[in-house]
């Protein structure tokens, strides 16, 4: 078994749009255990940290003003294969490219407002939840399938 934990941000726009339950209940849906959820503000050099794969391009100074301008949500989820299934479940970056079914497909038409970010490989996994999260705030404990399946 392959399992991975993953990091997630629902941006400002999925806060003010009131998405947070909708977004959160997809993952939980799906079966992925949440082990870290904060709400918190992101300050300029945490935002350049964290999108600092972006810097030059036009769109950056945007997005750093954006991610910047109001509260946002971070977790961590767990599971079997859990980065490619969350980036799933989010759906492509630009709207017109994400699927319906997808939380981007069904809730954004704007790629600059796409309401969640989630990474996108085990490194920058690794690199954003130790970026976002001290390990007192990371939970440990079994879902009763993993107990199930621990046992077999
Ligand atoms: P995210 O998954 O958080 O990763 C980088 C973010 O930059 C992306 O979601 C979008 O919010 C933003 N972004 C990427 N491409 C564009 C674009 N062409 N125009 C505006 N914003 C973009």
Same mark, same amino acid.
């Given at each position: 078994?392959?399992?991975?934990?993953? =990091?997630?941000?629902?941006?400002?726009?999925?806060? %003010?749009?009131?998405?947070? +339950?909708?977004?959160? #209940?997809?993952?939980?849906?799906?079966?992925?255990?949440?082990?870290?959820?904060?709400?918190?503000?992101?300050?300029?050099?945490? /935002? &350049?940290?964290?999108?600092?794969?972006?810097?030059?391009?036009?769109?950056?100074?945007?997005?750093?003003?954006?991610?910047?301008? +109001?509260?946002?949500? /971070?977790?961590?989820?767990?599971?079997?294969?859990?980065?490619?299934?969350?980036? &799933?479940?989010?759906?492509?970056?630009?709207?017109?490219? /994400?699927?319906?079914?997808?939380?981007?497909?069904?809730?954004?038409?704007?790629?600059?407002?796409?309401?969640?970010? /989630? #990474?996108?490989? #085990?490194?920058?996994?690794?690199?954003?939840?130790?970026? =976002?999260? %001290? &390990?007192?705030?990371?939970?440990?404990?079994?879902?009763?399938?993993? %107990?199930?399946?621990g046992s077999k």
């Amino acid at each position: 078994m392959c399992i991975e934990e993953t =990091f997630i941000m629902i941006k400002p726009d999925g806060i %003010q749009r009131g998405l947070l +339950g909708k977004i959160i #209940s997809r993952f939980e849906e799906k079966g992925l255990k949440l082990i870290a959820l904060k709400m918190m503000d992101i300050d300029e050099n945490l /935002a &350049k940290e964290h999108y600092s794969e972006h810097i030059g391009k036009p769109f950056y100074e945007r997005l750093i003003e954006f991610i910047t301008s +109001g509260p946002v949500v /971070a977790g961590v989820l767990k599971g079997e294969k859990a980065i490619n299934i969350v980036r &799933k479940l989010v759906g492509a970056t630009s709207p017109d490219n /994400a699927e319906p079914g997808t939380i981007r497909g069904d809730f954004t038409i704007n790629t600059a407002f796409n309401i969640i970010h /989630a #990474s996108d490989s #085990s490194g920058t996994a690794k690199k954003e939840i130790d970026l =976002f999260f %001290q &390990k007192n705030e990371i939970f440990t404990y079994d879902l009763a399938l993993e %107990q199930w399946l621990g046992s077999k």
